[in-house]
């Protein structure tokens, strides 16, 4: 059974460094094939990926956040690191991890954490 | 960058078919996913590589994909179908997600 947990702050205040853990279970982020991704909806708003690891270490960034986003992964604690800098009201939102099948060539995402809302507010 | 559009709502009666169509340049030639989310929940997926369903999805939910257009298609709708879906695709020229702007499904 697949299972994603995020965890972080649930307030931070603006220009601060946000920094969300993904813990999983139940699949290897080593496996040929898997992926990552932070996907994050601001409230009553659309998904808008942020970021995603592939098996192989290789990292992909939204080219709008990307000066913003650093995403690695400790595969030893089945974890992945999300890192947000400069945090800003308009980021506040539901933040999900959701892994990536691959699908020659192309993944979908199989399984969602339950979400961690973050609020960006002085 | 590649923009996916989706109608902000749609409505249907119970019983009745819903689609729900996801717009892009030459979608056809991509592999589109859709995401079903309730209030309060975190997405689940619902269709891949276009048509296929996860396990555990029931039959009633399909998709198709040709040209610019990419459809959802919900048989017998009933109200436990009402949620917001979202079409999403794998940009392989940038190895980027890209989602839609999201549908209200609302039967009515």
């Known amino acids: 059974q697949v299972t994603l947990r995020e965890s972080g702050p649930a307030l931070v205040k603006p220009t601060q460094t946000l920094t969300l853990t993904c813990t999983f279970s139940?699949?290897?982020?080593?496996?040929?094939?898997?992926?990552l991704s932070w996907i994050r909806q601001p409230p009553g708003k659309a998904l808008e990926w942020l970021a995603h690891?592939?098996?192989?270490?290789?990292?992909y960034y939204n080219t709008s956040l990307r000066t913003r986003l650093t995403i690695s992964k400790d595969t030893s604690k089945n974890q992945v690191v999300l890192t947000m800098t400069d945090m800003d009201p308009v980021d506040t939102a539901t933040y999900y991890c959701?892994?990536?099948?691959?699908?020659?060539?192309?993944?979908?995402?199989?399984?969602w954490g339950q979400g961690t809302l973050v609020t960006v507010s002085s | 960058s590649y923009v996916l559009t989706q109608p902000p709502s749609v409505s249907v009666a119970p019983g009745k078919t819903a689609r729900i169509t996801c717009g892009g340049d030459?979608?056809?030639?991509?592999?589109v996913d859709w995401y079903q989310q309730k209030p309060g929940q975190a997405p689940v997926l619902v269709i891949y590589?276009?048509?296929d369903r996860p396990s555990g999805i029931p039959e009633r939910f399909s998709g198709s994909n040709s040209g610019n257009t990419a459809t959802l298609t919900i048989s017998r709708v009933e109200a436990g179908d009402e949620a917001d879906y979202y079409c999403?695709?794998?940009?392989?020229?940038?190895?980027?997600?890209?989602f839609g702007g999201g549908t209200k499904l609302t039967v009515l």
């Open positions: 590589y276009d048509s």
């Open positions: 690891i592939l098996w192989d270490y290789d990292k």
């Open positions: 139940g699949f290897s982020l080593t496996t040929s094939g898997m992926c």
């Open positions: 999403q695709v794998w940009d392989s020229h940038s190895d980027h997600v890209i």
């Open positions: 959701a892994r990536g099948t691959d699908n020659g060539g192309t993944y979908y995402f199989d399984s």
């Open positions: 030459n979608i056809g030639g991509k592999s």
